[in-house]
């Protein structure tokens, strides 16, 4: 196994972690690596803002948890308090990539998810846990959304597509899901 597949092999998304930040240089790394996703026609119309401010971290969490616990299904927001009561697990980091707003957006939601993937990759690598967090959408979806925007910088006309929480785990050893290899199939 090469170095690459072993990384892509010991991803695993991160659910508690310690409140240091890593370096800001591998975080530059990593936000580099974003950058290299490849995207349809390469348009690129995402970007790669790094949030290492804690206390905007937490105001995000916290609205997010407000605008779940306010949806009819309260199911989520249940599962979520029952197991530790946050949406961002005490990361110290976010990488938020926000994306046009085209309608419907979905080429740029493909090329998005890309874009965390080679994040997520790029911090394994580094040996930065992660977790690709489509939850941290929810912020943006209640009354405090424009004002989220506007203080992480999305240029006009885009919104949140996925973030990706980056920090070191409280428990190491965490491992990846468990391969199915039934859902592989050869035609030949
Ligand atoms: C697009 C996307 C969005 C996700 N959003 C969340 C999320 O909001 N919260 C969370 O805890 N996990 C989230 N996950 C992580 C998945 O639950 C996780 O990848 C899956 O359970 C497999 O586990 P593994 O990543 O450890 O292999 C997301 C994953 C993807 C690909």
Redesign the pocket.
């Given at each position: 196994m090469n170095e690459t597949i072993r990384t892509i092999m010991s991803r695993?998304?991160c659910?508690a972690f310690v409140g240091e930040t890593p370096p800001d240089e591998d975080l530059r790394t990593i936000a580099e690596a974003a950058l290299a996703a490849p995207s349809g026609s390469n348009r690129q119309l995402w970007r790669v803002i790094v949030v290492k401010d804690k206390s905007l971290i937490s105001e995000m969490d916290d609205e997010g948890m407000r605008v779940l616990a306010a949806m009819p299904d309260k199911s989520m927001y249940e599962r979520i308090k029952g197991r530790g009561g946050g949406l961002f697990y005490n990361a110290p980091c976010m990488i938020v990539i926000p994306i046009a707003q085209a309608n419907p957006p979905v080429a740029e939601m493909f090329d998005c998810?890309i874009v965390a993937e080679n994040i997520a990759l790029a911090a394994t690598s580094l040996g930065v846990d992660n977790?690709?967090?489509?939850?941290a959408a929810l912020p943006f979806a209640g009354e405090k959304g424009a004002e989220f925007s506007r203080r992480l910088g999305f240029p006009e006309g885009y919104g949140i597509g996925?973030g990706v929480l980056l920090g070191y785990a409280k428990e190491t050893g965490g491992k990846?899901?468990e391969l199915d290899f039934s859902k592989i199939s050869f035609v030949e």
């Open positions: 695993y998304s659910r998810a977790l690709i967090c489509g939850l996925l990846p899901h």
